[in-house]
């Protein structure tokens, strides 16, 4: 099956404590994304990466870090700079190519959830 | 930054009606994109569309991309209770992949 995973499904911080989420397709899609949803709010995105080894900053980068060794995995850090973490965060992949490289398809999620 | 307004922001309706939604901006957009999210998941894609007045459907779904391509909507037919959920659009602007989100819209359908 091709598709988006994210794990953990729900995941607990302590305080000043360091988080990875992890997100991982197999659909051979060279960009992807992370987006944060806080309740009954669009999603707002964090961070994306067009190309292996190479992301850019979304609009609320602030607290996150990111990386992308691998076409694969996509990996979000939640650091303890991020003040107020809990939220649902969400990954996305899409082609990256032509016409259709903005069709994004979604992870199903990872709750993050602080102590 | 950028803003999509979506509305309504919620609807309450009986199965079997019909539902219309839209999503309206400011600015002009390549691409809008109509996604579906349930509790605790994430969005799942019902129609992308990518050409000024491009009408789509997909079963009891159909969308249309406005003629001035500052706006689109979403109507769903005879209603039924699993497409009780919140509904996303979403745009791309210039065709950079990094797409903006109205706020969805959240659908509760009685039986």
């Known amino acids: 099956d091709g598709g988006i995973t994210q794990s953990p499904k729900y995941l607990f911080r302590k305080e000043g404590q360091n988080v990875t989420l992890s997100c991982e397709q197999n659909?051979?899609?060279?960009?992807m994304y992370w987006y944060r949803q806080d309740p009954g709010q669009g999603l707002r995105l964090i961070y994306y990466?067009?190309?292996?080894?190479?992301?850019q900053k979304g609009d609320i980068a602030e607290g996150y870090s990111v990386s992308r060794e691998k076409k694969e995995s996509f990996p979000l850090t939640v650091t303890s700079a991020q003040k107020n973490p809990t939220a649902f965060y969400l990954c996305?992949?899409?082609?990256?190519?032509?016409?259709?490289?903005?069709?994004?398809?979604f992870g199903p999620g990872t709750r993050l959830l602080v102590l | 930054g950028q803003q999509l307004n979506q509305s309504p922001q919620s609807m309450f309706i009986q199965e079997g009606e019909d539902v219309s939604m839209n999503c309206t901006s400011s600015?002009?957009?390549?691409?809008w994109l109509w996604y579906k999210q349930e509790p605790g998941e994430g969005p799942v894609l019902l129609i992308a569309?990518?050409?000024?007045?491009e009408l789509t459907s997909n079963g009891r779904l159909t969308a249309q991309f406005g003629i001035t391509r500052k706006d689109s909507f979403l109507n769903i037919s005879a209603s039924i209770p699993s497409d009780v959920g919140i509904y996303f659009c979403?745009?791309?602007?210039?065709?950079?992949?990094?797409?903006?989100f109205g706020q969805g819209t959240t659908l509760q359908v009685k039986p």
């Open positions: 979403a745009g791309d602007l210039r065709n950079t992949g990094k797409l903006i």
């Open positions: 569309l990518y050409k000024a007045g």
């Open positions: 659909l051979n899609h060279d960009a």
């Open positions: 600015s002009i957009f390549n691409t």
């Open positions: 990466s067009q190309i292996v080894n190479d992301f």
């Open positions: 996305a992949s899409s082609t990256g190519r032509g016409r259709i490289q903005e069709t994004q398809y």
